[in-house]
């Protein structure tokens, strides 16, 4: 395993989690670059679950180093709360760096969140976007405008508190005079960034450093995605119904300083159907009993929120997008057993846009909605596919429905979710 990408192919949700706990066996470091604790995955080992929103599942495997890249933005007290917990579970978090160019999410970014959401719910213009309220927009457009705080911040704290005070002007006015709330503490969120700073700040580091002599050294590395690429802020279904990041494998190499020819393999995570939390355009939703079957089979309910996913047919016109946006060179189908049961599965084929046929995912948003999905229809398999093991014979059914996918994406499928365990994975030939 050389230098390795995982990425969600879909709108987040596909079960990377699961995938990169178990590539994470072969590396050495395995490293997050973008998105925040918008992010949940799931893990289960052994028969404990553990659930990560910051931390890279490589913490899993205290043994290997984790690296949190510049690209992200953090929460510093819910991640003190991950690392603590992890910890008082048994299990170490001493091997991990966090780049000390991490973003801050402060305060008044989980606010203006929450409020954003709110206002644009009453607005005839806008509509809500469905955010996590995580407080991850916010933090990445203060990024942009060069007025946010980083992890080295806290590091000088006579400046920082002057900062704050100084980004509380602005913040509080738009708290008051826009959202009508009571304005923030400058003094008292200083004070509690830098309590959390004094614990953080152990963890900190040059991660741009550590990734590239790693590599130097012949190092495996693990590269974990967050969210979906069809979340991503630029190339996304649809603007503006999109996360704050670059969920895609390009994101991955700008938010850890990592040129994008080290990138060797890139494993594309795909549910074997397809899921949606927040709004915004989804052309293969179910809307009837076959959605809730899906969604109450495939526990389908946020990480992060713990809200009810919208669930769909498997999109062929959206992965093969996909395909291309990230370069895939393999494919992990998760979640197989979820449809163990269906005696008819459905994959979409193509879009009908006016009346005529289209195989292209039009790019202008106010022609998603008009698309009709078209469909092929498969033959369940209807067998127990949570007991497949690498190396056993899978039924006719089944490969029928793999070939078809990796056939029409271009892309080999390499590994099989079949369950929620860490062995509960298949390795195809
Ligand atoms: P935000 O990232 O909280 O700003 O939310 C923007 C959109 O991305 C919303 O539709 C969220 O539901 C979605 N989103 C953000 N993170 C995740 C994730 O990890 N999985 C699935 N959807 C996500």
Request: glycine share 10%; proline share 6%.
């Amino acid at each position: 395993m050389p230098t390795t990408a995982v990425v969600g192919t879909q709108w987040g949700d596909e079960g990377k989690g699961k995938v990169v706990d178990f590539l994470a066996r072969d590396a050495d470091i395995v490293v997050r670059s973008q998105g925040g604790n918008n992010a949940g995955h799931t893990v289960t080992v052994e028969e404990e679950v553990f659930r990560l929103y910051h931390l890279p599942c490589g913490v899993l495997h205290p043994e290997k180093k984790s690296i949190i890249g510049s690209g992200m933005v953090l929460e510093p007290f819910k991640l003190l709360e991950e690392i603590e917990g992890l910890t008082a579970r048994g299990i170490p978090v001493n091997n991990l760096i966090i780049s000390h160019h991490a973003h801050l999410i402060m305060p008044y970014h989980l606010l203006i969140d929450g409020l954003e959401e709110e206002r644009r719910t009453k607005s005839d213009s806008r509509g809500k976007i469905g955010t996590t309220k995580r407080g991850i927009g916010p933090a990445f457009s203060d990024k942009m405008a060069r007025s946010g705080f980083r992890v080295c911040d806290l590091a000088s704290p006579e400046q920082f508190r002057d900062r704050v005070r100084y980004a509380c002007d602005e913040k509080n006015a738009l708290l008051t005079g826009l959202y009508k709330v009571d304005p923030l503490d400058p003094e008292k969120i200083a004070d509690d960034y830098l309590e959390a700073g004094s614990r953080l700040l152990n963890y900190t580091g040059d991660a741009v450093a550590t990734l590239h002599q790693g590599i130097d050294e012949g190092k495996r590395i693990l590269f974990e995605g967050a969210q979906g690429t069809l979340l991503d802020i630029d190339y996304g279904i649809a603007y503006p119904f999109l996360t704050s990041s670059h969920p895609v494998s390009g994101g991955m190499t700008l938010g850890t300083g990592l040129a994008p020819n080290r990138l060797d393999r890139i494993f594309g995570v795909v549910k074997a159907y397809i899921s949606r939390v927040g709004e915004g355009p989804f052309p293969t939703e179910i809307h009837d009993e076959i959605g809730t079957v899906i969604r109450d089979h495939g526990q389908e309910y946020g990480t992060a929120t713990g809200r009810p996913r919208r669930v769909g047919w498997l999109d062929l016109m959206l992965l093969r997008y996909s395909a291309m946006i990230n370069g895939l060179t393999d494919i992990v189908l998760t979640k197989v057993d979820i449809l163990d049961e269906f005696a008819e599965i459905k994959i979409a084929v193509g879009y009908e846009l006016n009346g005529e046929r289209v195989d292209y995912v039009p790019r202008d948003p106010s022609l998603l909605p008009l698309i009709k999905p078209v469909y092929e229809t498969f033959p369940g398999w209807l067998t127990d596919t949570t007991k497949l093991s690498t190396g056993d014979v899978l039924p006719e059914p089944l490969m029928k429905f793999l070939n078809f996918i990796s056939r029409s994406v271009g892309v080999p499928i390499s590994l099989l979710g079949v369950g929620t365990r860490r062995k509960q994975m298949v390795e195809l030939g």
